[in-house]
Nanobody, 122 residues
Framework: QVQIVESGGGLVQPGGSLELSCVVY????????IAWFRQVAGDEREGVAC????????FYADSVKGRFTISRDGAKNTVYLRMNNLKVEDSATYYC???????????????WGQGTQVTVSS
């Protein structure tokens, strides 16, 4: 059984930084992907960044390129999302998702975490 646990959200001022962590328990994702999505209440969920486990490629939404970095520590089954120069519009609930075969920012992932809140405000 796969379980995903996110952590690291919180309140930060504009221009600040946060690092989210996603621990994936169980499953085998050697040919799939692990991604971060975000959602504001009433809006559609948006793919932010994803990591292709097979080849190590990373993909980012245009809105976060140059500011966010996704990385993976395979030994710890953990994926990180480093967020720099945060903006008010980055405020959302951030979800980690994993799939054993698929990857990408517009892909439906099979396994999801419960989400962690990120609030950017002065």
């Amino acid at each position: 059984q796969v379980q995903i646990v996110e952590s690291g959200g919180g309140l930060v001022q504009p221009g600040g930084s946060l690092e989210l962590s996603c621990v994936v328990y169980g499953g085998s994702f050697d040919y799939g992907g692990i991604a971060w999505f975000r959602q504001v209440a009433g809006d559609e969920r948006e793919g932010v960044a994803c990591f292709s486990v097979l080849d190590g490629k990373t993909f980012y939404a245009d809105s976060v390129k140059g500011r966010f970095t996704i990385s993976r520590d395979g030994a710890k089954n953990t994926v990180y999302l480093r967020m720099n120069n945060l903006k008010v519009e980055d405020s959302a609930t951030y979800y980690c998702a994993a799939d054993e075969l698929a990857t990408g920012l517009k892909t439906w992932y099979e396994f999801w975490g419960q989400g962690t809140q990120v609030t950017v405000s002065s």
